[in-house]
């Protein structure tokens, strides 16, 4: 079984670790016939991810953050590879949703020696996601936390309070489950996995092999109900907190008069007035 890592050389908060070398040194003891290809530039995971699958490689391991982790597994879509993460992001959403060591030892060692299964993979207007993808403040903060030129929780936090103290809700049309629904949207979150990564948990409920997305609305955040959202997401405990409006859908369209920002597994994708949000299920393999 011939596995491939393609490694973000810029991702993870400790710059210090020669990753290359420990990945050389793990993988070697795991008994793994391997190779280590660097990524240049953004989305050039995605290419490597493609050429390792058409080369024959039975795995191909994202090693970096959730960024990394989405653009090699676009490039497996369609292919006979299996995704491997050694998670080295800020949240690690989806190895965290799929029970992967966080340490780079013991990822190493499962991506070595894994089992295989298949999850869904969610769209949002032909950008393809795996953990979560929304609009609202939380596209808005993952715009400003990329602007912020530090890493890491703390930094995530720091721009979150911030911006929470000028950003309104904006109404929207949404329709799903043969309803139309006019609302104001503060978050509208797709989640085919169960949290934003940091053990952030913005559908509990999720399961990413259901063939559903869970739908999260929050319409305004006033401080008491931010309160309640944020021990919600915390605890886990956010569909009972009384802060949220959770549905279930396969397929979402979404309108608004003015552009409003979206994300894409944590990444700011830019702005549009129409969503279309689709699920494909078990449309990737991955080695867990």
């Known amino acids: 079984m011939r596995i491939c890592f393609i490694l973000n050389p810029t991702s993870g908060t400790n710059r210090t670790q020669d990753v290359p070398a420990l990945l050389t040194r793990?993988?070697?003891?795991?008994?793994?016939?391997?190779?280590?290809?660097?990524?240049?530039?953004?989305?050039?995971?995605?290419?490597?991810?493609?050429?390792?699958?058409?080369?024959?490689?039975?795995?191909?391991?994202a090693v970096g953050g959730d960024g990394t982790v989405n653009e090699v597994a676009r490039g497996l879509l369609r292919s006979t590879a299996a995704l491997g993460i050694v998670p080295r992001g800020s949240g690690n959403g989806l190895a965290r949703h799929l029970r992967l060591p966080l340490d780079l030892p013991?990822?190493?060692?499962?991506?070595?020696?894994?089992?295989?299964?298949?999850?869904?993979?969610?769209?949002?207007?032909?950008?393809?996601?795996?953990?979560?993808?929304?609009?609202?403040?939380?596209?808005?903060?993952?715009?400003?936390f990329a602007q912020a030129g530090t890493r890491g929780l703390s930094t995530y936090v720091k721009v979150a309070?911030?911006?929470?103290?000028?950003?309104?809700?904006?109404?929207?049309?949404?329709?799903?489950?043969g309803q139309v629904v006019e609302t104001s949207c503060y978050v509208l979150a797709?989640?085919?996995?169960?949290?934003?990564?940091?053990?952030?948990?913005?559908?509990?409920?999720?399961?990413?092999q259901d063939g559903l997305l869970d739908v999260c609305l929050i319409d305004a955040l006033p401080l008491l109900r931010a309160v309640r959202v944020g021990v919600g997401l915390a605890l886990g405990t956010l569909p009972t907190s009384g802060g949220a409006v959770y549905h279930t859908s396969h397929h979402i369209r979404v309108r608004t008069r003015?552009?409003?920002?979206?994300?894409?597994?944590?990444?700011?994708?830019?702005?549009?007035?129409?969503?279309?949000?689709?699920?494909?299920?078990?449309?990737?393999?991955?080695?867990?």
Do not use: M
Request: proline fraction near 5%.
């Open 106 to 144: 013991g990822a190493v060692r499962r991506a070595c020696q894994p089992t295989f299964q298949r999850i869904d993979a969610g769209r949002i207007n032909g950008r393809w996601f795996f953990c979560t993808a929304g609009l609202g403040f939380d596209a808005h903060v993952s715009k400003k």
């Open 161 to 177: 309070l911030r911006e929470y103290r000028s950003y309104r809700p904006v109404p929207v049309q949404v329709e799903l489950n």
């Open 26 to 61: 793990y993988a070697t003891a795991a008994g793994a016939d391997f190779e280590i290809r660097p990524t240049q530039y953004a989305g050039h995971g995605e290419e490597l991810a493609r050429q390792a699958a058409a080369e024959g490689c039975r795995v191909v391991v």
């Open 258 to 288: 003015h552009p409003l920002g979206f994300h894409v597994d944590g990444d700011y994708a830019g702005d549009a007035t129409e969503f279309e949000v689709q699920l494909t299920p078990l449309a990737l393999e991955v080695a867990v």
């Open 190 to 208: 797709f989640a085919n996995a169960a949290q934003y990564g940091n053990n952030a948990y913005i559908a509990p409920r999720a399961n990413i």
